[in-house]
């Protein structure tokens, strides 16, 4: 399945995972590892969160609408010119995609996309990547170092021959940067939150910019840059309706 299938946003989730495939412990069921109390990250705690904006991937962008139920559900739904061209919805075991310019759709586990994608993911990284959160490793025999540079927190690890850096602002506790390196194969992945705002129903800062830079091997540089242009947290009981309407046909 090609990028333009799932639009801009599709590809946007799939550079966001596409350097931490060394990180993720192929078909073994992951476990969330607490946070050290060295670490200093404060992340965005919610039970429901929605968010608006725009994903703009290279010379394509698109509106992006997204709902999270904490730990449990995440909802995108991107559209081109104010027509739903994607609706995606992912759980901690499943991910479903439908492609409305296509009429296609597939749904599987995560082994599953990662496999059509060639980019191994899971839903605790991606929601973790949406929210700017602390990315923590995937198993508690691997122990972060913690440095502090003035008002920065430097949070570092090696998993699975990958290294993990994150710098956290100490004065917000908020996540300023992420980055993954793969130094055998020269990939590279930096994430950059920026435009930090206060939610209104929560003290805590959430960046409304996000921007996404990959570097697999020797190829030129590959940017998305997602902008909320609002983001709601408990306002409501949100829903995610996601059905394939008939006629479509299933990739397999």
């Known amino acids: 399945m090609s990028n333009r299938h799932v639009l801009v946003l599709l590809s946007a989730l799939m550079l966001l995972g596409s350097c931490t495939r060394n990180l993720l ?3 073994k069921p992951v476990v969330t590892v607490p946070m050290p109390e060295a670490v200093r990250a404060a992340n965005v705690d919610f039970r429901f969160l ?3 904006g ?3 991937f290279g010379d394509q962008s698109g509106n992006i609408n997204v709902r999270i139920r904490k730990d449990s559900v995440i909802w995108i739904s991107a559209s081109l010119i104010g027509i739903e061209g994607g609706r995606i919805y992912i759980t901690r075991d499943s991910v479903q995609v439908l492609d409305k310019l296509h009429k296609e759709y597939y749904s599987g586990d995560f082994a ?4 059509r994608l060639n980019v191994p993911v899971n839903f605790d ?3 973790a990547l949406l929210l700017g959160n602390y990315l923590a490793p995937l198993t ?5 170092t913690v440095t502090t540079e003035g008002p920065v927190q430097r949070v570092n690890y090696e998993q699975a021959g990958s290294l993990v850096q994150q710098l956290i602002n100490l004065e917000g506790g908020r996540i300023q940067q992420l980055q993954v390196q793969t130094p055998a194969n020269q990939n590279k992945l930096t994430v950059e939150y920026s435009d930090f705002r206060a939610l209104e129903r929560n003290p805590q800062q959430f960046a409304h ?9 020797q190829t030129a540089p590959t940017t998305v ?3 909320y242009r609002s983001v709601d947290v408990d306002k409501e009981r949100l829903q995610f309706p996601f059905s394939v309407p008939k006629g479509y046909a299933r990739k397999k």
């Open 225 to 227: 840059t997602l902008t």
């Open 112 to 115: 599953y996309l990662s496999q």
């Open 125 to 127: 990284v991606i929601q």
């Open 54 to 56: 725009k994903a703009q």
């Open 209 to 217: 910019n996000t921007l996404v830079q990959v570097q697999q091997g």
């Open 140 to 144: 508690a025999s691997v122990q972060p």
């Open 50 to 52: 929605a968010a608006k």
């Open 25 to 27: 412990p192929g078909r």
